[in-house]
C-alpha cells in the first residue's frame, strides 16, 4: 500500500513543510542531493555549490535552501518528490525518510486543517521602530529650528533653559558631596581543580566525554569511547588507528593477549574502567532495542542516576554472576564429558570425528547444527537453516505432519540418526533441571538466540545487530550500508540488505533484461543491488585475498600491478559516489578478479580462490538483475 495514493497535493506539501528541517539534517547527503537531481528537483548551480560544501552546518543550511526552493518553485509535482525520495536505496540508507515514510503509513502524523501564516512579526516591528525613529529625528530638528528662531527674538528665556538642561547633562565630578568608590579588584586565585581526597578520574571529565588518553608500554594514543563498543578500530595514534589488540601489539605487550590489562589511563587498565561501567565492552551481543543503547551509551546519563542505579542493581548483579558461573561449572563439565568421549571412541565411522558443526537433514530440508547450542530436543535453538533457528523438533516438525514426531531419528548425519552422536556423547542432552540460558523458557532468552553469535560477514564476535527476518547478525560497520547508532534506538523492525533485495526484487524486475541494459542502468537507482554483491564477495573471501590494499602487505605488488584496486577502496567509491553507471562499478570488481589472476599466475591455491570469487559474483549478478542472456567476455566489462 502507498501512501501517497490517498493523500491530495495539499495534504503532501503541508507534509513536506514540516519535515524540511528534518531531511536537511541527513548525515551524507549526497546519494539524495543525486536522486534530486536526475528528477529536476535542484538547480544545477546549486547542486555543485552544495555537492562541494564541506563544512555540516553550511551542508544543512544549503540542503534546507534547496528544500525551500522545491517548496517555492515546485509545489505542483509535491508527489513525484515523495515518489521520488521513498525509493528502497534512500530508505535504506537514511533513517530519517524512513521514520517520515512510517509517520505516514501508520497515521502518527497530524494534517492540520490550516497552519499558521508566515507573518514577519519582528521585520514588521523593526520597520515600525524605524519608521518612528526617523519621524522623531524630523520633530527634534523642527523643534531645534523653532528653538533657534525664537532665541533670536527673546534669548534670555531659551538660553537660561539651555543651560539648565546642559548643567543636568553634565557627568559628576569627584569634588562634588557624593563620594567616590573604588572597585574592589578581584585577585587570581590558583587552586587544585580536585576537591580534598578526590581523585584525579579523567574519565568522568567532560572533556573526555567522547575519548581518552591512553598508554600501552611506551605507545601513547587516544581511544574513542563510542568505536569501543562497536568492534572496529578506535584508538588513533598520529593518524595511525589500531583496534585495542592491534595497539597492544604495537606497543610491545603482544605476549599478554590481553588488551584490556595492557592498555592504561592514567594508571587504571581499561579492564577496570569496564568493570565499573566507564566504558563499553564490545564482548556483548547487542539487540536492536532501546535496552542495549542505553548500554551503548552509558555516558548520557546522570552522575546521581548511574550510582543510585548501581546500588539497586548490586543484588541482582551478584545473583546473575552466581548463576553465570553455575552455567559455566555445568558447561564445563559437559564439554569434558563430551571431549572424554571422544578420545575413548574407537574412531570408528563417525564416532571418533571431533566437531562443532554436523550438516543434519529431515526430509527435504537442510540445516547445520551446532553442538555449543545443543540442549535438548525442545531446548536450544542449535539447527541454522537460511531461514532461521530451529530446536531439533521445530526442525522436525516443519517437514513432518506427525505431532510427536522422533526427532532423534528422523534427524540424519551423514546418512545415520542423530541418536549416533548422542550415544556416543558427542551431543550432550541437559537435564530437566537444568537453569543454562539455553534450557531457559522466558521469552527473552529464546530470543537472544534467534540470530547468529558471530558476524556473517568477517565470522567475529562482539556487539552485533540483529536482523529481524533471517538469522544473519553483522557489526555496524561490516553491513552495507553502514548501520548508524540512530537506528538501534527505534521499535521498528531492522532488515538486512540480504532480506530486503529478496522481498523486494519480485516487483523490482517484474521482467528480464539483457547484460548491456544492465551495465547501461543508473548506479542512483541499484545501490541495493550493489551492496548486496559487495556483502556477498566479503562474505565468501575467507582469506580475505581481495579485501584490503594489497600495495601494503603485498611485496612487489605495484612492479607487477599497474592499476591496483581491492574491495575495501570499491566500497569506498560508492559510497562517495564516484560511479555513474553499474558498468563503472562491475568494471572495478572485475578488475579485482584479473588482478588476481595475473599476480598469482604462479600459485595456484591463490589463483584458484580469486576465479570461485569471480564466478560467485557472475552468478550472484545475473540472479540479481535477472539477465537472461549469458555473461559477455571480461574485456567487454573493462
Known sequence: ???????????????????????????????????????????????????????????????????????????????????????????????????????????????????????????????RKKKASADGEEEEEEEEEEEEEEEKKTGRKKSKKRSESAEKGKPSTPTQSTPSQKKKVQRVKYCSPFCKGEKSDIWNWPIYKTQLPVTCGDKEGMLFRNKLATVERCIVVQDRWFTPSGFEEFGGKKSRKNWKYSIHCRGTTLGELIQEGHLTSPDFKRRKSAQAKRALFPFNQSAGSST????????????????????????????????????????????????????????????????????????????????????????????SALEDPSWKKDIQWDGKPLSVLIESKILVIHSLLCKCKLCSSTAKDRHDHDNDDDCFICRSQGSLIC???CPRSFHQR?????????????????????????????????????????????????????????LCLYQADEEHIAVADP??????????????????????????????????????????????????????ELRGMGERLKDLFEREFKSTFSIQLQHPTASNCQ
Open 551 to 604: 600495495c601494503i602487505n603485498v611485496r612487489n605488488y605495484t612492479s607487477v600491478i599497474k592499476t591496483p584496486i581491492w574491495l575495501d577502496r570499491v566500497v569506498e567509491k560508492l559510497q562517495q559516489n564516484l560511479y555513474q553507471t553499474v558498468q563503472h562499478f562491475v568494471s572495478d570488481v572485475w578488475l579485482i578478479f584479473t588482478n588476481c589472476a595475473t599476480f598469482n599466475r604462479d600459485n595456484a
Open 467 to 469: 536482523c529481524d527476518k
Open 308 to 399: 543510585e542505579s548501581e546500588e539497586v542493581d548490586d543484588d541482582e548483579e551478584e545473583e546473575e554472576e552466581e548463576e553465570e558461573a553455575e552455567q559455566e561449572r555445568e558447561e564445563r563439565e559437559r564439554r569434558d564429558q563430551a571431549n572424554t568421549a571422544e578420545e575413548s571412541s574407537t574412531g570408528g565411522n563417525h564416532c571418533g570425528v571431533k566437531k562443532t558443526v554436523f550438516k543434519v537433514t529431515c526430509g527435504a530440508i537442510n540445516g547445520m547444527l551446532h553442538n555449543d547450542r545443543f540442549a535438548s530436543g525442545s531446548c536450544g535453538k542449535s539447527i541454522r537453516t537460511e531461514l532461521c533457528w530451529m530446536t531439533p523438533v521445530e526442525f522436525v516438525t516443519r517437514e
Open 478 to 534: 561490516c553491513h552495507l550500508p553502514n548501520v548508524d547508532d540512530a537506528i538501534l534506538g527505534d521499535d521498528c523492525p531492522w532488515m538486512c540488505t540480504f532480506c530486503v533485495l529478496r522481498t523486494s526484487q519480485p516487483w523490482r524486475y517484474p521482467k528480464q533484461m539483457t547484460y548491456q541494459e544492465a551495465l547501461a542502468c543508473r548506479i542512483s537507482d541499484h545501490l541495493l543491488e550493489c551492496q548486496y554483491l559487495l
Open 1 to 127: 500500500m502507498d501512501p501517497l495514493d490517498f493523500l491530495t497535493d495539499k495534504q503532501l506539501l503541508q507534509f513536506f513543510r514540516c519535515s524540511m528541517t528534518q531531511m536537511s539534517c541527513m548525515e551524507q547527503p549526497h546519494t539524495f542531493l543525486n536522486q534530486l537531481r536526475d528528477h529536476h528537483f535542484i538547480p544545477e548551480k546549486m547542486y555543485k555549490k552544495l555537492i562541494r560544501c564541506r563544512s555540516k552546518e553550511l551542508r544543512e543550511k544549503g540542503v534546507y535552501q534547496v528544500l525551500d526552493w522545491v517548496e517555492a518553485e515546485r509545489p505542483d509535482s509535491i508527489k513525484v518528490f515523495w515518489n521520488c525520495v521513498f525509493r528502497d536505496h534512500l530508505l535504506l540508507q537514511y533513517p530519517t525518510l524512513r521514520l517520515l515514510r512510517n509517520s505516514l503509513l501508520d497515521g502518527s502524523f497530524t494534517f492540520y486543517e490550516k497552519l499558521p501564516e508566515k507573518v514577519e512579526k519582528e521585520e514588521e516591528e523593526e520597520d
